[in-house]
Nanobody, 124 residues
């Protein structure tokens, strides 16, 4: 049974930083692609970032490029999202997702398992 557990969310002031973690179990993590999405109140879930199994190929939404960094530790079955220079518009529930076949994408349909999400709130 695949399980993804996000942590690290919280309340931060504009300009601050947070690091999200997503611990995975029940899958061959070292060959899976991982992604982060977010959903703000009243809005659709949107792509934030993704990373291939090697960790060398990463992808970002234009809105977070240069501020967020995705990484993974295959020995710990964990993917991270370092978020710097946070802005109020980054406020959302952040979800971790996986494509067990290793394919990355920007659509939520590209991922087959999801975590429960962690709340990130950025105050102005």
């Amino acid at each position: 049974q695949v399980q993804l557990a996000e942590s690290g969310g919280g309340l931060v002031q504009a300009g601050g930083s947070l690091r999200l973690s997503c611990a995975a179990s029940g899958l061959t993590f070292s060959t899976a692609a991982m992604g982060w999405f977010r959903q703000a109140p009243g809005k659709e879930r949107e792509f934030v970032s993704s990373i291939k199994w090697t960790g060398r190929s990463t992808y970002y939404a234009d809105s977070v490029k240069g501020r967020f960094t995705i990484s993974r530790d295959n020995a710990k079955n964990t993917v991270y999202l370092q978020m710097n220079s946070l802005q109020p518009e980054d406020t959302a529930v952040y979800f971790c997702a996986t494509n067990r076949l290793g394919r990355v994408g920007v659509s939520s349909k590209d991922y087959d398992y999801w975590g429960q999400g962690t709340q990130v709130t950025v105050s102005s």
